[in-house]
């Protein structure tokens, strides 16, 4: 299959969607299947919807990507070789991912098929790229926040391709990696099955300012809901910038939509391809056809060429309403969706008596031949060249249309009307096959499924929970503390019963590092930084400001919170001569055992239980932690971080202030949702309003024999940092029940589950 320079990538969540897409100009659409992919509401199809859809794609000379894009439980990778063996084996082209182990499973099982690293994984810099490309990717899908600038630093730097959005629904996390849907609403973004709370209204609110009122405006509580992207003025800037496929959202959206976006998208890239810059104009009519296939009051050209700003949110509930675009709707239906998309085929036959029937068909360089039964000698009427020009020319059930058609008869010859008619389909259909097999990927047979080695007899290690149990060994929890406050360090020093301490990097800030590390160390405990959640071209110009202030501080480790950050950290190393080990956050998804493999095979020292994975689930992650000798880490006390955004809340209703401050956001029912900014790397954190607590459930911790128990502050002060954890020791490590330190709490999914 010819590449082209620049693909122009399509959503299709039906059948109909992908053909509207095809039709319309798409070189190719992602889509996905019946399991595992992040968009479950889509009307996605069945095995053999896709497979179908698989040969349709290629008999039109486009490709098809996969979206196998949700995070994986360890009891769903069992699934995942017989779930993709019959789309592999049908040639499918491509893979987009998110899970680490899922990727590592495709990489072992499907030899040849392409993998692209999903925008979920939060790709916002050349590290993170380097990362993928090493993991085994040829294709990395950016991250939406990411600049113009930044993206071009992984098309110089890098061989690798690059897939970015540039129409469409914008999250306001980053990248989707939200935790705000399941938190609240138990259902799981990170599975595809996001219920949009950043749609809703909320007032926002700063609690030191007396009033209470709040500081949006009654018609603009729409303050997470983000405007769609579009990008049609800037599309010669994204093409230049390095970007090889332009990528469509939508697949929720109807073939209608999808048709209509694409065949907008086809006009201009074309434009800019054959007449450059010169001839690029965008006409206003275009732009005013996409909002009446759907308008969110407007749209932005997103991160591209600016960080974040209050001009990127709709504000408002909906844009006033105005009649749909009929005429355009009847259009797009009749010329694309109803449609069905022909092929030119060039054909020649050939008929002389003593000769077996000949005719052979092309299409895109592509040959099918066929031969039939021998011409016969007239006895009356001969055959004419027009009688069998009109049964050879009848393409009606096929793919195809004649553009030309030639015929050879020599002699009177007699040749039934039936032979005509088998020797055209006989034809038709070996060209549709050949059509197919041309532009489906060449592999490899697959790799024979590999179980995992199960911990316990002629493993690394033993499982320490038998071990203990066998010798009467009371379980005895260690201790963690996250911090995000100076004012936390002294009631956590205070505490003979945590070994390790954890600083948030912007949250104490490089004047304080040796200092807070010195009196981690004289309290007899270790101290590792805490690197940004959110690793851009702000947080590697701060870090390279202040790298000699980071590598004298004397921290005895680094808490990884994005995957790019192994790849900084290991060129630091390397720069330094300094041997720095590092663990892996919550947000560092490692749902299923094969993550655990990914991370140790990294270099990685621990990993820390996800928010979203209930106790069962945590089980095997564990257990694999130990049989890798690697460290697991569970929090028990916390405000789970939610969403992570580029976009700030304080500068959206009351303009940059430059500081870092708490703001509350008021929701429908009351609840107040903490939002945090971190200025230093210009990013939000909005907090689930009730704490993870896991006090009372000590006997269900200790069965899991997590390496540490941690604590994860954020927005505590000095006082209520004491409380918690006195409560909290006290019952884990003592025996000693009292009262709840707090009114409100949450079991997170410990216990409830999340689909």
Known sequence: MEKRKVEILAPAGSFASMKAAVAAGADAVYMGGSRFGARAYAENPDEKGLLEAIDYVHLHGRRLYMTVNTLFKENELKDLEDYMRPYYDRGLDGVIVQDLGAMAFMREHFPGLELHSSTQMTVTSVYGAALMKDLGCSRVVTAREMSLEEIHRIHEQLDIEIESFVHGALCYCYSGQCLMSSLIGGRSGNRGRCAQPCRLPYGVYDPKKEGNKPLNKASEKHVLSLKDLCTLDILPDIIEAGVYSLKIEGRMKSPRYTAGVVSVYRKYVDRYLAMGRKGY????????????????????????????????????????????????????????????????????????????????????????????????????????EEKVRRQLGKTGGTPFFFEDLSIDIQGNLFFPVQALNELRRECFQKLEEELIRQNSPKRGEGSVLQSSPECGEGSVSSNRREEKENTGEIFTPSFSAYLEEPCQLAPVLSRKEISLIYLEAGGFGPERWKESVDRCHQAGKQCWIALPQIFRSHAERYFKKHRNLFLEAGFDGVLIRALEEVVWLKNVAEESGKQIPYGLDACVYDWNSRCVDVMKELGASFITMPWELTSGEMEPVLKECRRQQMGGELIIYGHAPMMVSAQCVAKTVEGCTHRPHLLMMKDRTGALLPVKNHCDFCYNTIYNPSPLSLLGMERQVGRLDAERLRFQFTKEDGPQTEVVLHAFIDSFVYGRTGDLPFKDFTRGHFKRGVE
Request: proline content about 6%.
């Open 281 to 384: 104009e965008v006409d206003p009519k275009d732009r005013r056809m996409l909002l009446d296939l759907f308008d969110r009051g407007g749209f932005t050209e997103g991160y591209y060429t600016q960080h974040n700003g209050r001009n990127m949110t709709a504000l408002k509930e909906k844009p006033e309403f105005r009649e749909g675009n009929q005429p355009l709707f009847d259009y797009l239906d009749q010329t694309y969706v109803e449609s069905e998309m022909k092929e030119p085929v060039s054909g020649w036959a050939r008929l002389r008596e003593g000769e077996a029937a000949y005719l052979s068909l092309s299409c895109r360089n592509v040959k099918a031949e066929a031969w039939g039964q021998i011409p016969q000698a007239a006895k009356n009427q001969p055959m004419s």
